[in-house]
């Protein structure tokens, strides 16, 4: 009988270990799944409503539209808490995009400097207490444009009217000095 009160301890234990490991590794932040730079003509802009198979099961896009116009090719640097996606040129009417996992916690929150020949500032573009089950839950679009930067929710077919409006920040004034 020790025999089995053993191995059923053992067992258990194993069991509880792994459950931690699981629960260890869901808390971390977002798990990337893939990353690319392409072509508009490439992929359909449809932004149809993504399978949504539960909490953490599910992978989101974040895809960014350069629509600078004049040739003008937009810099793209995203981060997350854990994950930097590396500084990436878009040329205009190309897109970027990036697949991940929330986190187990849905603290999930990508930011991304955004920078043109004439403006450049820094965007929360994916922050799952605003985005998750409400916005894209997966698939979160944006075009950047010299008006600002416009989010859509997932379904709205574009151009028509983004849900997320964010300016450029003003210039700072070349009169004053530091």
Known sequence: ????????????????????????????????????????????????NGENIGFVFYKTTVRIYNDLDDDLQLEVHCKSKEDDLGVLLVPNYNFYEWTFRINFGGTTLFFCGLSWKNASGTFDI?????????????????????????????????????????????????????
């Open 126 to 178: 994916y922050d799952a207490h605003r985005d998750d089950q409400k916005r894209c839950s997966t698939k979160c679009y944006w075009r950047v444009g010299k008006d600002g930067v416009h989010g859509y929710r997932q379904g709205t077919p574009y151009p028509f009217a983004p849900d997320l409006n964010f300016p450029w920040p003003k210039p700072l004034n070349p009169s004053s000095k530091n």
């Open 1 to 48: 009988m020790k025999y089995h009160d053993q191995f059923g301890k053992q067992a258990l234990t194993s069991l509880s270990s792994l459950l931690i490991m699981i629960l260890i590794s869901s808390s971390c932040e977002a798990s990337i799944v893939s990353t690319a730079a392409k072509n508009t003509s490439d992929h359909d802009d449809s932004h149809e």
